[in-house]
C-alpha cells in the first residue's frame, strides 16, 4: 500500500520471496510466544507495530536496518496475532482454522500468481480500495456506539475478505507492472504480509459469526 521505487524496474523475485517467507517464520515464532504475552502489552505492542511501519517509511533505503525493523514487524505481529487465534481456536476448533488458513494460502497464492501472469495494471483499484479500507475502520468505531446484528458482521466480514482480496491483486499487480529494488523488499514483505494475515483474520471472523447464527 505503500509506493514503490520505479527508477530501475528490476523484480528480484527471489529476495522477496525469500524475505516474505523467512517474514512468516518470524511470525509463527511471535505467535508461539504471544501465548506467554501479559494481555496488558498487547495494545501497546499493536501500536508498536503502527510505528515500525513508518518507521520503515523512513528508513527504507537503509537494508540492514529495514529489513530488522521488518522481522520486528513480523514478529510482534505474530504475538498480537495470538489472543485472536487462540479465540477461533476455541470457538471453532483447530481444523476450522487450520481449513480456513489453507483457504487463505491457496487464494492469495491464486491470485499472486494471476496478477503475475497475467501483467494486468489492477492499481486503478487502489483509490476505490483506500476509501474501503477506511470505511472498514470507521464502521467498528461505530458499532461501539450502535451494536450491529449478526447478519450486518457477516457483511462486513465479506466486505474485509473482498478488500483485502483487492489489496493482493493491486500490490502484486503494481510488483509485476512497475517492478521494485532491492530497498523495496522490506517494505513489500510488509504491504504483502499484511494483505494475507487480514485476509486470514477475516475469512476466520466471517466463519465465526456464522457459526453463532
Known sequence: ????????LRKPYSKLFGAFFSGLL???VGVYAGQFLPDILRLPLWIVELVLIFAMMAVRKRRAVSYLMMY???LISGMVMYSALFYYTGLLGATVVLQAFTVTTVSFGAIAVFAMVSKRDFTFLGNFLFLALIALVIIPIVGIFIPFSSTTMMIYSGMGILIFVGY????FSRLTVHGFTDEDIPMIV???Y???INLFMYILQFIGIGSKN
Open 190 to 192: 510488509v504491504s504483502i
Open 26 to 28: 518470524a511470525s509463527a
Open 1 to 8: 500500500m505503500e509506493s514503490f521505487s520505479t527508477g530501475a
Open 72 to 74: 520486528t514487524f513480523m
Open 194 to 196: 499484511l494483505d494475507f
Open 168 to 171: 493482493t491483486l493491486f500490490d
